[in-house]
């Protein structure tokens, strides 16, 4: 595992490995995108002017939806981690999808509450059709193509991922 340390302000989003190995991710409160060395040893540079990305119309109408990573879906639809009400002790925490032409919501995912999942973020789509969300000590898996849950695949006290990686064995 790499740790990049404390960089002051950072406030990252979801993030992506580019074509050419770095590591790219939003920084919300710059409204910039980072691109940051894979070994994550040294501060990323503006991809983007800082305050270039603006802040656009919402395309969703869903009071129980808090973005915190969106990822689009092998069918084209959008799919967001979100806990609601953020940040407070009792949050539930969900995967919801939507349509993008209309942004109705097609359906919800969501972790069986004796799991103890907490605090998603990073959203990432694997083999097998497996939808893969990472949050406080677990990541967590459910079958996109039915929507059940599949369970923990990792558990790691202390996990508190923005994002996630999977590496082909």
Known sequence: MRDSGRIAGLDPGGAEFGPDGRYYLTARRQR????????LDAEGDDLLPEAIVPFTPRLVTDRELSPLDLKLAPDGNIVEASEWPLG???????????????????RV???????????PRGLRFG????????GEDHVVAFDFRTGSFIG???HLARLNGQSLVLWPR
């Open 88 to 106: 407070a002790a009792d949050a539930v925490p969900s995967v919801r999808e939507y349509d993008p032409i209309t942004g109705q919501l097609v």
């Open 109 to 119: 995912f969501a972790p069986e509450p004796s799991v103890g999942f907490r605090r």
């Open 32 to 39: 910039t995108i980072l691109a940051m060395p894979a070994a």
């Open 152 to 154: 923990p695949v990792v």
């Open 127 to 134: 083999p097998g059709g497996r939808l893969y969300c990472v």
